[in-house]
């Protein structure tokens, strides 16, 4: 398997801008996990889905932040208007089954944001 | 709510000198653990978990971890640390009933010198 695929890999943008980070899970795989890491806070869970539902967003920073997953085999990460704060490495990560039961999960390469 | 912490920010050593990464959780009943490698540019990579049984856990690349429940430690060790090895530790922890999220330590970063 290829394992767990992010896109863009790098992202410049401008403050005020909309930014759209895209992540194709493990196939097979029933949930599915956005966080962000920064130096200062850290490697942080924004939200997570069980069969393509959002079942936790508690993470999510603020309304600016929004995901969605359409499908199985595909979640979006938005930010609308993205601020310099959110400049971040955001990773995506997929597992089989729930981390109550144990189960690995599996990180993608990550995008690292950058918001000038 | 479960947290981790790892007091190490970062760790220096020699070449085929052996390591161990220290990581101390708080939990009110027995987590899952884990431990994940970050190479540079990388996403994480599972190392080894401690599910139940026996609380000596063998992973990947030559580590190993004991869990300590006297102790609320999970430990990462090896004997002999390669070049290659150097990287960011994140230790984990997951909980058992009804939460499927992760906590992770701060990390600590470890530098390999000949």
């Known amino acids: 398997d290829a394992g767990v695929i992010q896109s863009p890999r790098h992202e410049v943008t401008e403050m005020g801008q909309e930014v759209t980070l895209r992540c194709k899970p493990i196939?097979?795989?029933?949930?599915l996990f956005w966080y962000r890491q920064t130096m200062m806070r850290g490697l942080e869970l924004l939200i997570y889905?069980?069969?393509?539902?959002?079942?936790?967003d508690s993470g999510m920073p603020e309304d600016r932040f929004s995901a969605k997953m359409p499908n199985a085999s595909f979640s979006t990460l938005k930010i609308q208007p993205s601020e310099p704060r959110d400049s971040a490495v955001y990773f995506c990560?997929?597992?089989?089954?729930?981390?109550?039961?144990?189960?690995?999960?599996?990180f993608g390469p990550g995008t690292r944001l950058t918001v000038t | 709510a479960q947290s981790v912490t790892q007091p190490d920010i970062h760790i220096t050593v020699s070449e085929g000198a052996s390591l161990e990464l220290r990581c101390n959780y708080s939990?009110?009943?027995?987590?899952?653990l884990f431990w994940y490698v970050q190479s540079p540019g990388q996403g994480l990579q599972l190392l080894l978990k401690?599910?139940?049984?026996?609380?000596l856990v063998q992973g990947i690349k030559g580590f190993e971890a004991e869990f300590k429940r006297s102790q609320s430690s999970f430990n990462l060790r090896k004997p002999s640390v390669h070049w290659s090895d150097a990287a960011e530790y994140f230790c984990?922890?997951?909980?058992?009933?009804?939460?499927?999220?992760?906590?992770f330590g701060t990390g600590t970063r470890l530098t390999i010198i000949p």
């Open positions: 889905f069980n069969n393509n539902v959002p079942i936790d």
């Open positions: 990560a997929s597992s089989l089954g729930w981390t109550g039961q144990g189960k690995e999960q599996y």
């Open positions: 401690y599910f139940s049984g026996d609380t």
């Open positions: 984990a922890v997951g909980v058992k009933i009804g939460n499927e999220k992760l906590t």
């Open positions: 939990y009110g009943a027995t987590p899952y």
């Open positions: 196939s097979g795989h029933d949930y």
